[in-house]
């Protein structure tokens, strides 16, 4: 199992979240599964309620920044995106057992060494890695058979609400899902970043689909891009960034 193999050689105190994969992988595959169901579903939950919380109510009651599409919600659109974000989580979750396998018969290697300024470093590249992921698997879901078949799902949302972050078809979470799974094969990552990654991530998504307009009149004013994507479909295709879509000339004009 996975504690056998892991820490031949560690003998410092185990960080929480270590001691819990540790022990989900000591009790095999669906352990790991159930342990990656709740890690993703307290994430959805805290990052999905604060951002209604502060998006939806605070900062409007508060007067500071302002709604960018002031539209009315779908009937069944909070229920629809909440469901699916359920849905995606299920497949997320399935990349547990699965790189714990991997983990088990040597093809990816971790490192426990807890070198945090390496891990800093590591977590930029990771978000660096994340940003073209994003980017080229968004690209292709704009392709017109995965539009029509797959992505439309996600832009049923027309105006994006912060529990639209894991608002997927099923096989759009399988190919988001990789992000952290792939590069797994290619370096033996600090597992601070490894954790923290899909935080980092979760924060940028969140104000993606925040509709509120925080950061306005800077090149980062990426919940106005990102809206501007749900309405207009064709453009503004990367994560959080604005290089890519400059880059490859996908950026809308505000
Ligand atoms: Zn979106
Ligand atoms: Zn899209």
């Known amino acids: 199992m996975i504690a056998d193999v892991a820490v031949p050689a560690y003998h410092g105190t185990m960080h929480f979240a270590e001691e819990i994969l540790f022990a989900a992988g000591r009790r095999g595959p669906w352990a790991m599964f ?18 209604w919380l502060l998006f939806r ?19 069944g659109q909070i229920e629809n995106e909440i469901r699916r974000s359920l849905g995606s989580i299920f497949v997320f979750s399935c990349y547990a057992p699965l790189t714990e396998y991997a983990y088990r018969h040597g093809y990816i290697h ?28 968004h690209r ?12 439309r799902i996600h832009h049923e949302s027309v105006v994006a609400t912060p529990l639209a972050i894991y608002s997927f078809h099923w096989f759009e979470a399988l190919l988001l899902g990789s992000v952290i799974f792939l590069p797994l094969f290619a370096w033996p990552f600090e597992f601070p970043a490894l954790v923290l990654l899909p935080v980092m ?33 064709a453009g503004n295709y990367g994560f959080y960034l604005p290089f890519l879509d400059d880059w490859f000339g996908t950026r809308l004009s505000q």
Request: glycine residues 6%.
């Open 57 to 75: 109510r605070l900062l409007p009651a508060l007067r500071i920044g302002r709604p960018i599409d002031g539209r009315p919600l779908k009937d």
């Open 34 to 51: 159930f342990a990656s169901l709740i890690y993703f579903g307290l994430m959805y939950a805290s990052f999905a309620g604060l951002g």
């Open 110 to 137: 971790v490192s426990w060494d807890y070198q945090w300024p390496l891990a800093i470093f590591q977590l930029i590249l990771l978000f660096a890695w994340n940003e073209v992921h994003f980017y080229v698997c």
């Open 140 to 151: 292709l879901l704009h392709t017109r058979w995965l539009y029509r078949h797959v992505h």
């Open 201 to 233: 991530s979760l924060i940028f998504n969140t104000i993606g689909h925040s509709n509120y307009d925080v950061f306005a009149g800077t090149r980062y004013s990426a919940s106005v891009e990102h809206s501007a994507h749900h309405h207009r479909v």
